[in-house]
């Protein structure tokens, strides 16, 4: 709990220094492979990417992906009442940094400052 109370302290301070990127470290918990669970990562962090010239933020870069094989990697932005403000998933087998695409919504300024926190669930689908 404490971690998570440091991530959106840090993460509301980089909101008001920095209007382009927000970073928040989240734990991404026990990874699933049907209903085993698999611990191969112990936090990922996620930014936001803005990759036109509009001002939203339309991807989602996780870093530190450590969990190998193939895998589903979710990113939901949400709000206090847990409303999704933007969600986006990815199949991949990459580790390291993945950038996944919001499919659901886009982030504007204004969803950026009410995002309370980032869920990114990480599900193991093949080796």
């Known amino acids: 709990m404490r971690r998570i109370l440091l991530a959106f302290g840090v993460g509301a301070a980089l909101f008001a220094v920095v209007a382009f990127a927000a970073s928040l470290v989240v734990n991404s918990g026990g990874l699933q492979t049907g209903s085993d669970e698999v611990e191969c990562d112990d936090g990922v962090n996620v930014f936001y990417q803005d990759t036109e010239p509009n001002g939203n933020y339309d991807k989602a870069l996780v870093t530190d992906v450590q969990c190998p094989g193939t895998k589903d990697i979710t990113v939901d932005v949400q709000t206090s009442t847990?409303?999704?403000?933007?969600?986006?998933?990815?199949?991949?087998s990459a580790t390291g940094t993945v950038t996944v695409p919001f499919t659901a919504g886009v982030l504007g300024p204004a969803e950026v400052a009410a995002a309370h926190h980032v869920r990114v669930t990480i599900v193991t689908v093949g080796p």
């Open 82 to 92: 847990n409303v999704s403000l933007a969600k986006g998933t990815l199949t991949t």
